[in-house]
């Protein structure tokens, strides 16, 4: 029967990050806990007048390989392995002069971090830990009897649990820990598997595994019903993930996900940008010469719409653009960064979520993106294709040059409205956004109402639809979608093409006028 309390008499230690180790160092020689340890470890705690055995005086046996083998043998690992209730390992341990081991404290070679500083592949395949992996496996596997630590912030933890049980721990203790290691070789495991196949060219290798890092249990998903967390995955890539939060609540599940979809949004642009999202679609989105003009531009498009939204702008937020959004109740802003006069201005608003996330990350960067389904997972690259100069125009009339930036700005916009999407632009700012239709010509009426309650709400007398341009983001299956737009008023055209009735549409584009362009590339989002 496993021991409830094991007492900590003789501990190996052996980790690359050296924080709290000395504090940690010194709790167990006080208690006169055997230390054993090695290389740097080691001579850390020496130098701190810690009492340290080294490995290889315990296994009589050197260290060898530039240190690739220390730990790998039977005196280790038996010490380990080996069930203090077994008669047979008991015998065992006596033949072979093996002595117990009841404390394992590991933190692997930095491989991700490694990794993530563009390093060499001969430095990556260097930081591959062998023995801390073997270690930790084999001390959780025995956690009836042995306590196993991969994780410095769990350094305070064991030391309490020492001090309120003379100097053992508890058998729900070492449970727990080793369910934690385990967890920690996975993911360690996962990140080298995915180096590899990113090493080879292999896009979508024969086993998916994911790995990340508790950063915060939220109060609930999507629905009060639902429990939720965000996790932190091992990409590198400026968000809502990585962010710091300056001021307001504790983000939910629901701004979270929003927050991306609006940061990944202004993201696309090179020129001073803001999008306001609600339900993880744009109402508004504006490029303009100042901050706070393209935020106003954006919230003109939909005002009732943006109330409660989310806030995304391209630029460090200045002091004039956080008193025009702090006219309207939002729910979170993001930027790069936010001047010391923005945030005294949302101070005032202590329960407005004010992200800084330090960085945008690049849209034409490729990596994975990650669903479920029942009993699987829907696996696909990002949608970093960016829509250039390989336009192709249908019509014919060519559009103006005006017209032809306000397609190109309105199909980015598209990008990232759920489909089926229809998007009206006008000098660098939507007036009309249609998303989420069962059917394409729908989502053209409802940006077409949403131009006119725009400008109604302006106190303008013309639809704002009038004189703009209409993305699709895809094809026009019939003219209907077209005609509905060009009765809106809109001047051009841009979808990828390719339906068998392109010809119809081109045919309904011309007789009204239209200037019409193809990409050649769709943009569903569902």
Excluded at 146 to 175: C, H, S
Excluded at 207 to 235: C, D, F, I, K, W
Aim: proline share 4%.
């Amino acid at each position: 029967m496993p021991n409830p309390n094991q007492p900590i008499r003789r501990a190996l230690i052996s980790v690359s990050d050296k924080t709290g180790l000395l504090d940690l160092g010194r709790f167990l020689a006080e208690r006169k806990v055997e230390i054993l340890s090695t290389g740097g470890t080691a001579k850390a705690l020496r130098d701190a007048g810690i009492p340290v055995k080294d490995v290889s005086d315990h296994t009589g046996f050197p260290e060898m390989m530039d240190g690739r083998v220390k730990t790998l043998h039977p005196k280790v690992h038996g010490g380990l392995l080996a069930r203090r209730d077994n008669k047979g390992d008991l015998a065992a341990m006596a033949t072979h002069g093996i002595a117990p081991i009841d404390l394992l404290i590991v933190n692997l070679y930095p491989f991700e971090a490694t990794v993530l500083s563009g390093a060499s592949v001969e430095d990556c395949i260097e930081n591959i830990d062998i023995g801390g992996p073997a270690l930790i496996r084999g001390a959780s596997k025995n956690h009836a009897d042995v306590t196993v630590i991969v994780d410095a912030a769990d350094y305070a933890r064991l030391m309490d649990e020492m001090a309120n049980n003379n100097g053992a721990t508890t058998l729900d203790f070492r449970r727990a820990l080793a369910g934690r290691a385990y967890r920690r070789t996975a993911a360690y495991d996962a990140a080298i598997g995915a180096w590899f196949a990113q090493q080879t060219g292999d896009v979508f290798p024969e086993r998916l595994v994911l790995a990340g890092s508790l950063q915060q249990t939220l109060r609930y998903g999507e629905n009060p019903h639902q429990s939720a967390a965000l996790y932190v995955g091992a990409e590198r890539r400026p968000g809502v993930a990585s962010a710091i939060q300056l001021q307001g609540k504790e983000l939910s599940f629901n701004n979270l996900n929003d927050t991306d979809a609006a940061y990944e949004l202004v993201a696309e642009f090179d020129e001073i940008a803001c999008a306001i999202i609600k339900h993880a679609n744009p109402c508004g989105v504006a490029i303009a010469a100042t901050q706070a003009e393209a935020y106003r531009k954006a919230l003109a498009c939909d005002p009732e719409s943006a109330f409660g939204g989310i806030v995304a702008l391209n630029r460090p937020i200045d002091k004039e653009t956080a008193e025009e959004i702090a006219k309207l109740f939002v729910e979170v802003i993001i930027a790069p960064t936010v001047s010391a006069e923005a945030r005294t201005v949302f101070a005032a608003k202590k329960n407005l979520r004010v992200l800084e996330a330090g960085g945008l990350p690049d849209p034409r960067v490729e990596g994975p993106t990650v669903r479920t389904l029942a009993g699987g997972y829907l696996l696909q690259g990002r949608d970093a294709a960016v829509t250039g100069d390989e336009l192709k125009v249908v019509t014919k009339r060519a559009p103006t040059a005006q017209e032809m930036a306000d397609l190109k700005f309105a199909f980015t916009v598209a990008k990232h409205v759920k489909s089926n999407a229809i998007v009206y632009c006008k000098n660098g700012t939507t007036v009309g956004v249609g998303a989420g239709q069962m059917s394409r010509v729908n989502s053209s009426r409802i940006a077409t109402w949403k131009a006119e309650e725009a400008s109604s709400s302006a106190g303008e007398k013309i639809s704002r639809a009038k004189g703009s341009v209409v993305a699709s983001d895809a094809f026009f299956p019939f003219a209907d979608g077209l005609i509905a737009a060009a009765n809106a008023g809109v001047t051009a055209v841009i979808q990828p093409g390719g339906s068998i009735r392109d010809d119809e549409v081109i045919a309904a584009a011309d007789e009204r006028g239209l200037a019409m362009v193809f990409t050649g590339m769709r943009h569903f989002r569902h």
